[in-house]
């Protein structure tokens, strides 16, 4: 299929501004380690009532260095960083083989901030994929057989097809996890919190890995 592309600009979007009228950052009392300073801000997001805190925008790079971004959602946080899952023959995934570094960021508006981390990419162990797959609704295991990800498509019907034939198929027993779907985990190189401030003087803190320590700094916003 191919679409008409015309000159003529659909929205101006010049005119909407907010005043972020929320409260500061002080690099005085933000915690020691990134990922105690990111569990007390998500504990706060939690309470804001925002659909899915744990969405990010993830973005990559192919071998060229052509960047691409989409909506993933961040399923496990630890000390190594940041988790999420895909079919790994997904673009995304071929973005991350080729050139295995990425940046997420967290948009919490309700809040007006922002987490936004930068770092080397690597696969999960397969032990821990088969533990989060199996954590997912039957539905959703189905899926990752049924969906080839990022492939082009004929029609829904297609897809639907391929799903209901792999629900026959599994009908009597566990869904077991495809080889080709996965987790990857975003090493934390940078982390920085953003928060929104009037005049557009925000407060932007970024942790830096010192290998077993963090630097510290504010940066001009």
Do not use: C
Not at 83 to 111: C, G
Not at 124 to 144: F, H, M, N, V
């Amino acid at each position: 299929m191919v679409a008409n592309r015309g000159s003529t600009p659909l929205m101006e979007l010049s005119a909407l501004r907010d005043k972020y009228q929320n409260r500061g950052l002080d690099l005085a009392e933000v915690a020691t380690s990134p990922l105690d300073q990111f569990a007390t801000w998500y504990a706060e997001i939690q309470g804001s009532g925002l659909h899915e805190p744990n969405t990010v925008v993830l973005a990559t790079a192919d071998s060229r260095g052509r960047p691409s971004t989409r909506h993933v959602l961040v399923k496990q946080v630890d000390a190594h960083g940041f988790s999420f899952f895909t079919n790994y023959t997904s673009a995304k995934a071929q973005d991350l083989t080729a050139n295995p570094w990425a940046s997420i960021v967290f948009t919490w508006s309700e809040l007006a901030r922002q987490v936004i981390v930068n770092g080397p990419v690597e696969r999960i162990d397969e032990a821990a994929s088969d533990a989060y797959y199996a954590s997912r609704p039957r539905t959703s295991q189905l899926g990752a057989w049924a969906s080839h990800q990022s492939q082009p498509l004929n029609s829904r019907a297609e897809l639907e097809d391929r799903y209901e034939d792999y629900a026959e198929l599994h009908a009597l027993n566990d869904v077991p996890r495809p080889a080709h779907w996965g987790g990857f985990r975003v090493g934390i190189e940078t982390i920085e919190f953003w928060q929104g401030r009037p005049n557009r003087m925000h407060d932007r803190i970024r942790y830096r890995s010192r290998g077993t320590s963090w630097s510290v700094e504010r940066l001009n916003p």
